[in-house]
């Protein structure tokens, strides 16, 4: 499975310890480490089957904007860092409901499932991570994110410490003022629900079972 050998690279790079694997650059250059591909105008290409083993082409239309605009503008109850966050939550529930449906990844079950591999249904960390970045891309590209700017994903876990402590990627923002990371990470939600989005450093400090609810 391409993602786990990628996260045991990482790993092995981290010196198999409790490590955040960072990596510099344009959000971008993560769509080539998981043979990805990064959107073109507001067009993705959806990862899902574990590790982008599908990819599948998805363009979000004037109608899917104007209501992704006026959804982040109602939930927005100030110009702050802070609402544009909660806003962008509930603009990515909404993107990955609508391009679910078109999909089938709306069948996709919260966390890992050992047996989903392979099943275009479902996705992965990795899948959620490139799809958030994805769709954070849009919002970038149509004027939408005025006080963060997307960043690449990157990783953090314990390899040692067993499988709630395993490498997880996650989607990244950077506010622009205060240059402070803040991870936006779907993966642990089911579809519909909104992702957290949290300072990059509080971001998945325990284990996968007890990752904090969604942003509201």
């Not at 105008?41 to 082409?57: D, E, M, P, R």
């Not at 503008?73 to 078109?102: C, F, Q, S």
Request: aromatic fraction near 10%; include cysteine.
């Amino acid at each position: 499975m391409r993602a786990l050998s990628v996260a045991l690279a990482f790993a092995m790079m981290g010196g198999l310890s409790a490590c955040t694997f960072d990596r510099e650059g344009a959000p971008e250059l993560h769509y080539a480490d998981f043979k990805g591909e990064p959107p073109r105008k507001n067009s993705v290409w959806l990862c899902h089957a574990y590790g982008c083993q599908q990819k599948t082409k998805v363009t979000f239309g004037a109608q899917q904007l104007s209501e992704i605009a006026a959804l982040m503008a109602k939930t927005k109850k100030a110009d702050t860092p802070h609402e544009e966050r909660r806003a962008i939550a509930y603009a990515t529930a909404y993107m990955y409901v609508w391009t679910g449906n078109l999909v089938g990844t709306i069948k996709d079950r919260p966390g890992m499932d050992y047996e989903a591999s392979g099943d275009p249904t479902q996705m992965d960390c990795v899948d959620h991570s490139t799809n958030t970045t994805s769709f954070l891309l849009v919002l970038q590209n149509n004027g939408l994110l005025k006080h963060h700017t997307v960043g690449r994903p990157f990783a953090k876990g314990n390899i040692l410490q067993g499988v709630g402590h395993w490498p997880h990627w996650t989607a990244v923002l950077t506010q622009n003022d205060t240059k402070v990371r803040w991870a936006v990470d779907s993966w642990v939600y089911a579809i519909g629900e909104n992702p957290i989005v949290i300072e990059a450093d509080k971001w998945y400090n325990v284990d996968l079972d007890n990752m904090p609810k969604g942003t509201t």
